[in-house]
C-alpha cells in the first residue's frame, strides 16, 4: 500500500503493475488528491439532497415537476449554449456499452466507422480494481495512438468518456481518512493523462456523465470542469459532457441541467431502462406507479417514454444542444440470409425510425454490425449530420403526460426474464464482467436495474399474474428463482463446484435484494459494498 500525505493508494494488482506505475505517478496521485479534496463535501452534499428530496416525496405523498423557482429560465426563449465542436457535430452511430478494459473489443471499435465509442465505465462495465486500471490505460494508449492498425485519434471514433455516477465509490483509494468518489477517481484519471493531447488534437474531451438527477448536481459537475481546466492548463469550456437523463426527476429540470452546463454541454441522451427503473425508485411504494410487464407492456411508444423522448429534443434543440437516443441491445445473426436475420433487423430498424422521426440527432448500439446500417438509416432520412434545425415546436408535454404509467399486467414469462436478468448480472460481476448476453441481446446494469426493479415491486403490491391469477408473493418468487437457477447452471453450462457456488451465491444476493423492506437505491451500488463481491474482485 502506498501512503502520499494524506492519500492511501492500494498496490497494483497482479499482472498490472506497469499501467499502476504508469497512472499513478507522484504528480497524478497529487493531482486526484487535491481534486478529491476540493469537491469531496460538495459530492457529499448532492447525495444527501438526493436523500431529501425522495423523502420529501414520500412524506408529502407530492409528485415530481416543474419547479416554479426556475420558471423565468425555461420560459427564456433567447439563452443558447454554446456551439457542439465540429468533432461533435455528427453523432448518428456511438458504440455503446464498451468496457475499455476489453482490449480486443476496445481495438475493434477504434477501427469501426462509428462515429463515437461511449467508453464506459458505468454501465456496461464492473468496476473492479483491475478493470478501471485496465481500462484507463487502455484508453491513454488509444489517445497516444500506441494500438497497431487503428487510426490515430484525430480521425479514430470520438471516446465519450463514461466515469461512473455519483452514487459509486472507489473502494482502493482513500484521501482524508475516506473511500474516494468513483466518478472524480475515473475522471481525474482520464483528465490528467490524456486531457492536453485530446484538446491538441482537437478530439476531447469530452464525456458522458451518468445518473444526473438535478440541476444542482450539473452545475457541480460544471464547477469540477472549471478547477481541472484551469489546474492543467487547458482552454476554457474545452471539455464538453453529454448528460444521461435516467431519472423521472431529472426530466423536470433539463432546462436547469443544460444552463447550469451552457458552456461545457454537448446535449443530452435518453434511454429507456434506468429511466423506467427510477419511477420504481422514487415512486415505487404507490399502487398508482406501478410499473406493467416491461417486456409486453413498457417501450418508447408509450406516452410516458414518447413524451420524455419529444421533450428532451425539443429542449436540446431549443438551446442549439444535440439529443442522442438509447441503445440498440439487440445482436445481429451472423447468417445475413436468414430469416432471424432479418427479422432483427427489421425489429431495430423500427425501433430508430421511432427516434429518428422524433428528431434525435443520434444513437448507440452494441452491436459493431448495426453501424453501418443504422448509418445508412440516418442518411436516407435525415438531412446533413444532426437535426438541430428540428425543433419540434409541436410539442406540447405536460408533468401529467411525463408521470403516465402504461395499463398492463404481469405475465410469468416477464417475471421469469426479469429473475433471470438479474441473476445473471450478479453472475457477471462475480466474474468481473459489467455485461452479458441473454436470449440475444445484450444485458447491463441497465437492464439488471429495471429487472430487479419491477421483481420488488410486483412483490410489494402483491401483483397477480395474468396467466393463472397467482399472487406475486415472496414465496413464488422464491420456488420460481431455484427453477430458474437450474436452468441457468446449463445456461452458463456450470461444470465446476466453483461455477455452481458462484451461481447460488448470485442467486441468494438477488432473493436478498427484491426482499428488502426499503428499496436499494441503486443496484450496482448494492453490490459494490456487498462484501462478497469486494472478496470476489481481489
Given at each position: 500500500?502506498?501512503?502520499?500525505?494524506?492519500?492511501?493508494?492500494?498496490?497494483?494488482?497482479?499482472?498490472?503493475?506497469?499501467e499502476?506505475?504508469?497512472?499513478?505517478?507522484?504528480?497524478s496521485?497529487?493531482?486526484?488528491?487535491?481534486?478529491?479534496?476540493?469537491?469531496?463535501k460538495?459530492?457529499?452534499?448532492?447525495?444527501r439532497?438526493?436523500?431529501a428530496?425522495?423523502?420529501?416525496?414520500?412524506?408529502?405523498g407530492?409528485?415530481?415537476?416543474?419547479s416554479?423557482?426556475?420558471?423565468?429560465?425555461r420560459?427564456?426563449?433567447?439563452?443558447?449554449?454554446?456551439?457542439?465542436?465540429?468533432?461533435?457535430?455528427?453523432?448518428?452511430?456511438?458504440?455503446?456499452?464498451?468496457?475499455p478494459?476489453?482490449t480486443?473489443?476496445?481495438?475493434?471499435?477504434?477501427?469501426?466507422?462509428?462515429?463515437?465509442?461511449?467508453?464506459?465505465?458505468?454501465?456496461?462495465?464492473?468496476?473492479?480494481?483491475s478493470n478501471?486500471?485496465?481500462?484507463?490505460?487502455n484508453?491513454?494508449?488509444?489517445?497516444?495512438?500506441?494500438?497497431?492498425?487503428?487510426?490515430?485519434?484525430?480521425?479514430?471514433?470520438?471516446?465519450?468518456?463514461?466515469?461512473?455516477?455519483w452514487?459509486?465509490?472507489?473502494?482502493?483509494?482513500?484521501?482524508?481518512?475516506?473511500?474516494?468518489?468513483?466518478p472524480?477517481?475515473?475522471?481525474?484519471?482520464?483528465?490528467?493523462?490524456?486531457?492536453?493531447?485530446?484538446?491538441?488534437?482537437?478530439?476531447?474531451?469530452?464525456?458522458?456523465?451518468?445518473?444526473?438527477?438535478?440541476?444542482?448536481?450539473?452545475?457541480?459537475?460544471n464547477?469540477?470542469?472549471?478547477?481541472?481546466?484551469?489546474?492543467?492548463?487547458?482552454p476554457?469550456?474545452?471539455?464538453?459532457?453529454?448528460?444521461?437523463?435516467?431519472?423521472?426527476?431529472?426530466?423536470f429540470e433539463m432546462?436547469?441541467?443544460?444552463?447550469?452546463?451552457?458552456?461545457?454541454?454537448?446535449?443530452?441522451?435518453?434511454?429507456?431502462?434506468?429511466?423506467s427503473?427510477?419511477?420504481?425508485?422514487?415512486?415505487?411504494?404507490?399502487?398508482?406507479?406501478?410499473?406493467?410487464?416491461?417486456?409486453?407492456?413498457?417501450n418508447?411508444?408509450k406516452?410516458?417514454?414518447?413524451?420524455?423522448?419529444?421533450?428532451?429534443?425539443q429542449?436540446?434543440?431549443?438551446?442549439?444542444?444535440?439529443?442522442?437516443?438509447?441503445?440498440?441491445?439487440?445482436?445481429?445473426?451472423?447468417?445475413?440470409?436468414s430469416?432471424?436475420?432479418?427479422?432483427?433487423?427489421?425489429?431495430?430498424?423500427?425501433?430508430?425510425?421511432?427516434?429518428?422521426?422524433?428528431g434525435?440527432?443520434?444513437?448507440?448500439?452494441y452491436?459493431?454490425?448495426?453501424i453501418?446500417?443504422l448509418?445508412?438509416?440516418?442518411?436516407?432520412?435525415?438531412?446533413?449530420?444532426?437535426?438541430?434545425?428540428?425543433?419540434?415546436?409541436?410539442?406540447?408535454?405536460?408533468?401529467?403526460?411525463?408521470?403516465?404509467?402504461?395499463?398492463?399486467?404481469v405475465?410469468?414469462?416477464?417475471?421469469?426474464?426479469?429473475?433471470?436478468?438479474?441473476?445473471?448480472f450478479?453472475?457477471?460481476?462475480?466474474?468481473?464482467?459489467?455485461?452479458?448476453?441473454?436470449?440475444?441481446?445484450?444485458?447491463?446494469?441497465a437492464?439488471?436495474?429495471?429487472?430487479r426493479?419491477?421483481?420488488w415491486?410486483?412483490?410489494?403490491?402483491?401483483?397477480?399474474?395474468?396467466?393463472?391469477?397467482?399472487?406475486?408473493?415472496?414465496?413464488l418468487?422464491?420456488?420460481?428463482?431455484?427453477?430458474?437457477?437450474?436452468?441457468?447452471?446449463?445456461f452458463?453450462?456450470?461444470?465446476?463446484?466453483?461455477?455452481?457456488?458462484?451461481?447460488?451465491?448470485?442467486?441468494?444476493?438477488?432473493?436478498?435484494?427484491?426482499?428488502?423492506?426499503?428499496f436499494?437505491?441503486?443496484?450496482?451500488?448494492?453490490?459494490?459494498?456487498?462484501?462478497?463481491?469486494?472478496?470476489?474482485?481481489?
Amino acid at each position: 500500500m502506498t501512503t502520499l500525505a494524506a492519500v492511501e493508494l492500494e498496490n497494483a494488482p497482479q499482472g498490472l503493475q506497469h499501467e499502476h506505475e504508469t497512472l499513478f505517478t507522484a504528480e497524478s496521485v497529487c493531482f486526484l488528491a487535491e481534486l478529491i479534496s476540493t469537491f469531496d463535501k460538495q459530492v457529499d452534499e448532492i447525495l444527501r439532497h438526493r436523500v431529501a428530496r425522495k423523502m420529501e416525496l414520500e412524506q408529502t405523498g407530492g409528485l415530481p415537476g416543474f419547479s416554479s423557482l426556475t420558471s423565468r429560465l425555461r420560459e427564456d426563449r433567447t439563452w443558447r449554449v454554446l456551439p457542439v465542436p465540429e468533432r461533435l457535430q455528427n453523432r448518428h452511430v456511438d458504440i455503446g456499452d464498451l468496457a475499455p478494459s476489453d482490449t480486443e473489443r476496445f481495438i475493434q471499435a477504434l477501427r469501426s466507422k462509428a462515429q463515437g465509442i461511449q467508453v464506459d465505465f458505468d454501465d456496461g462495465n464492473c468496476p473492479t480494481y483491475s478493470n478501471q486500471i485496465k481500462g484507463i490505460f487502455n484508453v491513454c494508449k488509444a489517445v497516444r495512438n500506441q494500438f497497431q492498425g487503428v487510426p490515430p485519434i484525430s480521425k479514430a471514433p470520438v471516446l465519450m468518456l463514461r466515469p461512473r455516477a455519483w452514487n459509486m465509490v472507489e473502494h482502493n483509494m482513500m484521501v482524508n481518512g475516506k473511500e474516494v468518489p468513483g466518478p472524480l477517481f475515473d475522471f481525474g484519471l482520464l483528465m490528467y493523462h490524456n486531457g492536453k493531447l485530446l484538446v491538441e488534437n482537437k478530439s476531447g474531451p469530452f464525456f458522458y456523465l451518468s445518473k444526473v438527477e438535478s440541476y444542482l448536481e450539473a452545475r457541480l459537475w460544471n464547477n469540477i470542469f472549471i478547477w481541472t481546466e484551469q489546474k492543467l492548463g487547458l482552454p476554457a469550456c474545452s471539455i464538453k459532457a453529454t448528460v444521461l437523463i435516467e431519472s423521472i426527476l431529472a426530466t423536470f429540470e433539463m432546462d436547469e441541467i443544460l444552463f447550469e452546463l451552457r458552456d461545457h454541454t454537448a446535449g443530452l441522451n435518453c434511454g429507456i431502462w434506468d429511466y423506467s427503473a427510477s419511477f420504481v425508485n422514487k415512486l415505487g411504494d404507490r399502487s398508482a406507479f406501478l410499473l406493467p410487464d416491461r417486456s409486453k407492456y413498457v417501450n418508447m411508444e408509450k406516452l410516458f417514454l414518447q413524451s420524455y423522448m419529444d421533450l428532451l429534443v425539443q429542449t436540446c434543440h431549443r438551446r442549439g444542444a444535440l439529443a442522442t437516443g438509447g441503445m440498440a441491445a439487440l445482436l445481429l445473426p451472423n447468417d445475413t440470409q436468414s430469416a432471424h436475420y432479418h427479422s432483427v433487423m427489421a425489429t431495430v430498424t423500427r425501433l430508430k425510425m421511432l427516434e429518428i422521426n422524433a428528431g434525435v440527432d443520434g444513437f448507440m448500439v452494441y452491436d459493431l454490425k448495426l453501424i453501418e446500417p443504422l448509418q445508412k438509416l440516418f442518411q436516407k432520412h435525415t438531412l446533413g449530420p444532426n437535426q438541430l434545425h428540428i425543433l419540434r415546436e409541436d410539442v406540447v408535454v405536460t408533468p401529467e403526460d411525463l408521470l403516465a404509467m402504461p395499463s398492463g399486467g404481469v405475465t410469468l414469462h416477464g417475471l421469469r426474464y426479469n429473475i433471470a436478468v438479474g441473476i445473471l448480472f450478479i453472475e457477471a460481476w462475480l466474474t468481473g464482467r459489467g455485461h452479458f448476453f441473454y436470449r440475444g441481446q445484450v444485458e447491463d446494469s441497465a437492464t439488471a436495474e429495471i429487472s430487479r426493479s419491477q421483481v420488488w415491486q410486483w412483490i410489494r403490491h402483491q401483483v397477480k399474474l395474468e396467466d393463472d391469477d397467482r399472487a406475486i408473493s415472496r414465496s413464488l418468487v422464491k420456488s420460481l428463482v431455484e427453477e430458474i437457477r437450474r436452468e441457468l447452471q446449463d445456461f452458463l453450462q456450470c461444470n465446476t463446484e466453483k461455477a455452481k457456488q458462484r451461481l447460488a451465491t448470485a442467486t441468494a444476493m438477488f432473493l436478498e435484494v427484491v426482499q428488502k423492506r426499503d428499496f436499494p437505491e441503486f443496484f450496482t451500488t448494492y453490490l459494490n459494498l456487498d462484501h462478497t463481491f469486494l472478496s470476489s474482485s481481489t
